[in-house]
């Protein structure tokens, strides 16, 4: 890589933050391959299944990333980064320093105009200033307030931080029948029905003849997202409700079907990130996601502006 100009990129498949750099720093790829930027992606995984490598082959070749991505799963290239970030950018100029960096979203235009100099630098004849504008991707500080949080639905991290809201607390990687009791809080999920609370996430443990076990949740958000897995080589349906009620055209994420019968429901046919809401404004609500089968597994939530 001596003499060219170096993008490192941690992220990996189901951080929905870092699915929103990704148009930027493909579109980067196409713009400055040919004057001597190289970009790697350094897949690190969050959850157990994405260290799976068909499973990283089907998302990268989904998500159309042409360059190479490298399958970090044991932390080795994360630890001699000393990163601590998904995503994280290091920019390494043509003699093999590290120029820049950047953790999580945003700053786009910034980090463009300086792998612009890290060409011009290493021969490269390269226009000067971004086309992106400044302060793209920044929340005002009163929706940050206001948004909540990513939860992790396994015992690993979501003890530390209590984000099971029922009373019963963690009854970790053991069948538990929960009950929910209605008083929801935001920033907490709630069970209801028999779940199992895994390290990584929640695995419902028990088949029902009809949607009776479910995960609560109070948010303040534009969009949910959640990454959820089948446990078995067989799709998933589960039924969505928003506020109480099946989600409208106008609400309901990519990934949520509407039915003949006005019910919204979820396909699940492989482990990934699904959006299950895009609403018009930021608002609060309520979301609900029933299962009925004992393959179903949920990991964490996160939300957008």
């Not at 890589?1 to 170096?6: A, L, P, S, T």
């Not at 120029?99 to 979203?105: D, S, T, V």
């Not at 990934?255 to 990130?273: H, N, Q």
Request: charged letters at 25%; one cysteine or more; hydrophobic letters at 35%.
């Amino acid at each position: 890589m001596r003499g060219k100009v170096v993008l490192i990129d941690f992220w990996t498949y189901t951080c929905v933050n870092c699915v929103r750099t990704l148009p930027y720093i493909k579109q980067w790829d196409t713009s400055y391959r040919d004057q001597g930027l190289v970009i790697i992606g350094v897949h690190s995984p969050e959850f157990q299944f994405e260290r799976e490598l068909a499973n990283v082959q089907r998302a990268v070749d989904g998500f159309n990333v042409k360059y190479a991505v490298a399958l970090d799963n044991d932390f080795a290239t994360w630890k001699n980064f000393r990163n601590r970030y998904w995503p994280a950018k290091y920019l390494i100029d043509k003699d093999g320093y590290i120029r820049y960096r950047h953790f999580g979203e945003g700053a786009y235009a910034e980090t463009e105009e300086q792998l612009q100099e890290l060409l011009r630098e290493a021969g490269g004849v390269v226009a000067l200033g971004s086309q992106i504008p400044r302060g793209e991707g920044v929340y005002a500080d009163s929706a940050l307030r206001d948004l909540t949080i990513e939860l992790y639905l396994g015992h690993k991290r979501g003890s530390y931080y209590t984000y099971l809201g029922n009373p019963e607390g963690y009854k970790t990687d053991t069948p538990y029948s929960y009950q929910d009791y209605g008083l929801h809080f935001r920033n907490q999920f709630y069970l209801q029905g028999s779940w199992t609370i895994a390290e990584d996430g929640v695995e419902h443990a028990r088949a029902t003849p009809g949607y009776e076990d479910y995960i609560a949740l109070k948010y303040t958000a534009r969009t949910v997202n959640l990454v959820l897995k089948p446990l078995t080589d067989e799709s998933l349906r589960s039924l969505i409700t928003l506020d109480g009620a099946p989600l409208t055209a106008a609400a309901k994420g990519d990934d949520v079907v509407i039915e003949a019968d006005g019910k919204s429901y979820l396909v699940v046919r492989e482990p990934r990130l699904y959006n299950l809401v895009k609403d018009q404004h930021l608002a609060s609500r309520e979301l609900k996601i029933y299962a009925d089968s004992p393959a179903f597994a949920a990991f964490a939530f996160t939300f957008g502006r």
